[in-house]
């Protein structure tokens, strides 16, 4: 028995010592975010206890939500549909080449694949709402410039998913692929793309649904689009407006997650 | 019409896995490949169709070595592999992979384009021979083992190869199934007149199957003959790593996965 005890206290000891270690951990998590709350003015009871009235007055005037100028909403609405559906494809089209040659099992060599990540992480810095400002520097107002800000952004995240995905990719098709005689780009799309496609689809579709709500942000910046609406509503103070239009917004959010979640069941 | 002349290989990791080998292959036969695990089965069949480049010497298929990429590419096209573990695509239908072993005979600008109807006919031809036409449009994730074996077979078939190199194609599978599919790989290749070279585990497959048995032991060929010629004194020096009582059991077909690596 007592042969046996000693190793039992030792094990108990070091779990005691990683159990320990483990608060230790959690402790500093915690510390940390008090800080980031403190940082930002959280703990700052006065603030809110001012805030409180305004809001609610800002909610008084938003109730009821008056949908008179629901006619002037449906084209800035289709256009946002149609820019996210739009800056979707072109993310599609540029990340998919980017990601091919970011990914370390599909990428020629070490500089071309770190020249990619590269590019991919520098696009993927840039938010698109900055995006956005700059294109309607250079396009001009109009969902043009949106377009272009939405899929820019995404080719750096959408690019960063697909390599990850691609070299996740079994390597043994391709193996098979190669001793049959198949070239780098036939085994790239006979072996490797099979393989990713659910993931793809499954990236993009996510994207799309992601773009949908951030096209409305975007508007606001002369982007095109309900956004463009709603900055509109919220200058001439009219929250009951504002309110309407983020209803409509919401339920277009909610049909377009719909349709991505019906396509992704059928892609499985 | 295959020949490797003085092939060396060496892992980048130092690994001496192949000594200086001369060996020739002739059309038509099967040929067994056998010996302990590590002692370069692998490696020298892959570096029969490329897959692993020589550190020095040569292979040469019918017009010259291989080393040379158009050249590579056309004696991979003409040579079918099979591999332990399939190595197919499980999403894919058993016909789309089978089509992977036409890939070779395309132009990389030709693949943009979906497959010819007549090489669809020729894939289901492969399939239906290997016994498998009622699961042509099944995902092959969908399949048994043995199946899965059997598509990688029909992949195989689909090149029109001279030469079919197998990498203990019936290594995963059950005794009963892999003698049938050993026995199907085997008279196909000799209906179609096909060289085969088949490394296995299994001694009795390689008595009953082999027009010739090489014998590798460390690196090196060390017996090379009919399988009226392979004695008791020739398995012993091909297995001479191994603990001699373990010869014995060596007809076990996962011997190997017991006793550990002898690498
Ligand atoms: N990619 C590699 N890198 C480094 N060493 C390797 C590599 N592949 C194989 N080796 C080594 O080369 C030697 C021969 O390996 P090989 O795979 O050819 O043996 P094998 O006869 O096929 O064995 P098994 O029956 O286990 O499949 C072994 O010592 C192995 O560890
Ligand atoms: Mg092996």
Known sequence: MSATSAPFAEILA???RIALRYAGLAGTILVVCAAALWITGFFDAQRF????????????EMVPPDFGRWRAWMRPLLDTLAMSIAGTIL?????????????????PNAVVYQFCRVILSFLRSVPEIIMGIIFVAAVGFGALPGV???????????????????????????????????????????????????????????????????????????AGGIGFELIAALRVIRYDQVLAILICILLCVIVVDAIGAALRRKLK | MLRVEGLEVVYPNGTRALERTDLG??????????????????????SLNGLVRPTS???????????????????RSKTGMIFQQHQLIGRLSVLDNVLIGRLGFHSTLRTLLPFAAAEKREALQAIERVGLIQYALRRADQLSGGQQQRVGIARALVQKPSLVLADEPVA?????????????????????????????????????????IIG?????????????????????????????NAVEQHDEPDFQRKTGTYA
Not at chain 1, 94 to 103: I, K, T, V
Not at chain 1, 181 to 191: D, E, K, L, N
Not at chain 2, 27 to 45: E, I
């Open chain 1, 14 to 16: 070091q779990d005691r």
């Open chain 1, 49 to 60: 206890i001012e805030g409180g009235p305004a809001l609610a007055q800002v909610f008084s």
């Open chain 1, 91 to 107: 993310a599609v089209v540029l990340s998919l080449p980017l990601a091919l040659l970011a990914a370390s099992n599909t990428s």
């Open chain 1, 148 to 222: 272009l800000a939405l899929a820019l952004h995404s080719v750096g995240m959408m690019g960063k998913f697909y390599a990850e995905a691609i070299e996740h990719v079994d390597p043994k098709p391709l193996e098979a692929a190669r001793a049959a005689g198949a070239s780098p780009f036939q085994v790239i799309s006979h072996a490797v793309m099979p393989q990713v496609m659910p993931q793809l689809a499954d990236i993009t579709i996510y994207r799309w649904e992601y773009h949908f709500r951030a096209s409305a942000v975007l508007g606001i910046v002369g």
């Open chain 2, 25 to 46: 292959f002739s059309p038509g036969a099967f040929t067994v490949l056998l010996g302990a695990s590590g002692a370069g089965k692998s490696t020298l069949l892959r």
């Open chain 2, 57 to 75: 010497g040569r292979v040469t298929a019918g017009v010259g070595d291989i080393a040379d990429k158009r050249r590579l590419r056309a004696h």
């Open chain 2, 172 to 212: 995963s599978l059950d005794p009963a199934t892999a003698d049938r599919v050993l026995g199907l790989l085997h008279s196909i290749c000799k209906a179609d007149a096909i060289a085969a070279v088949v490394s296995l585990h299994q001694l009795d497959f390689a008595r009953r199957y082999a027009d010739r």
């Open chain 2, 216 to 244: 590798l032991a460390g690196g090196s060929v060390v017996f090379d003959g009919p399988p009226s010629q392979l004695g008791r004194k020739e398995v012993v020096s091909i297995y001479r790593d191994m603990a001699p």
